[in-house]
């Protein structure tokens, strides 16, 4: 069992800054493919970023692309999200993800673990 914990969400003005956190419970962190997916009122979950276990490959969305930058530290068993010059278009619950592969995993469906879920909220 994997348990994602995120946490950085708030509110912010259009251009502002958040970075979100997820701390994993696994002995095993550095095997996991992780990701950031978000979710607004009425609509599906969207894929964000994507970082293999090795931190060597990331992914991102067009929508985020030059934006957000996804990291992670093994030794923390955490993975990051940095949002710069955030848009009210990116307002959603952002949830992290897992799943143990080498594989770099860009649809949101693909992964086995979530988290609960930080509100990000941005302001026009």
């Known amino acids: 069992q994997v348990q994602l914990v995120e946490s950085g969400g708030g509110l912010v003005q259009a251009g502002g800054s958040l970075r979100l956190s997820c701390a994993a419970s696994?002995?095993?962190?550095?095997?996991?493919?992780m990701g950031w997916v978000r979710q607004a009122p009425g609509k599906e979950r969207e894929f964000v970023a994507a970082?293999?276990?090795?931190?060597?490959?990331?992914a991102y969305a067009d929508s985020v692309k030059g934006r957000f930058t996804i990291s992670r530290d093994n030794a923390k068993n955490t993975v990051y999200l940095q949002m710069n010059s955030l848009k009210p278009e990116d307002t959603a619950v952002y949830y992290c993800?897992?799943?143990?592969?080498?594989?770099?995993?860009?649809?949101?469906?693909?992964?086995?673990?979530w988290g609960q879920g930080t509100q990000v909220t941005v302001s026009s």
């Open positions: 993800a897992a799943r143990w592969t080498i594989r770099l995993i860009t649809t949101s469906r693909e992964y086995d673990y």
């Open positions: 696994t002995l095993t962190f550095s095997s996991y493919t």
């Open positions: 970082i293999r276990s090795s931190g060597g490959s990331t």
